[in-house]
């Protein structure tokens, strides 16, 4: 099933929460790398949950990870673990807050390396799913084929996001720079 026809067919009270997801922000381009390292950091934390407690918690994880600013990020410390570990508004894991920490640092080589994480990434494309599984397990943490997927497609990289029926297929394929299309 497409996240589409899962949208469309959610109860009430879940389906605006997803459908605000899915009509602006899935599988539309994301240019700034905080937001870039925000959606990453929202896909490692699925991992086992419902995207429903995700969104639910959008809000907290922004708030909880500096606005996922990522030189914040990659300078977190001992004291913000205890605060991560403590806030009940994200998904208190430790393999998943160590995660996100070790993957901003890894970010933030990235910028160094290749002017932005957004650079790194459209230099990467066009892959197969399969490549950027590799490639993800390379160089970030706690980031198997299913986050890689997701966060690639939600993102723009891989197609998928939304069937050619659904009324947002067209805005996603437009706001997608040419080369970007394949």
Not at 19 to 35: A, C, L, R, S, V
Not at 55 to 78: H, T
Not at 90 to 106: S, T
Request: glycine share 8%; charged share 25%; hydrophobic share 35%.
């Amino acid at each position: 099933m497409s996240y589409c026809d899962f949208v469309n067919n959610l109860p009430g009270g879940e389906e605006l929460l997803h459908k605000d997801y899915h009509d602006h922000q899935y599988g539309f381009p994301i240019t700034d790398d905080n937001e870039l390292f925000g959606r990453l950091v929202l896909e490692i934390n699925q991992a086992g949950l419902s995207w429903t407690t995700i969104l639910k918690k959008q809000e907290n994880f922004r708030k909880a990870y500096r606005d996922f600013d990522v030189k914040k990020v990659a300078r977190f410390g001992d004291k913000d673990y205890g605060r991560l570990l403590q806030d009940a508004g994200i998904i208190r894991n430790r393999l998943k807050i160590n995660a996100a920490v070790e993957n901003a640092k890894v970010v933030v080589a990235l910028q160094k390396e290749y002017g932005s994480f957004k650079n790194w990434l459209d230099q990467q494309h066009p892959k197969t799913r399969e490549e950027w599984t590799k490639l993800f397990r390379q160089n970030f943490r706690f980031t198997g084929g299913e986050i890689v997927n997701e966060f690639l497609m939600s993102t723009g990289y891989l197609p998928g996001a939304h069937v050619p029926g659904c009324p947002v297929y067209k805005k996603v394929v437009k706001s997608k720079p040419p080369w970007m299309r394949l």
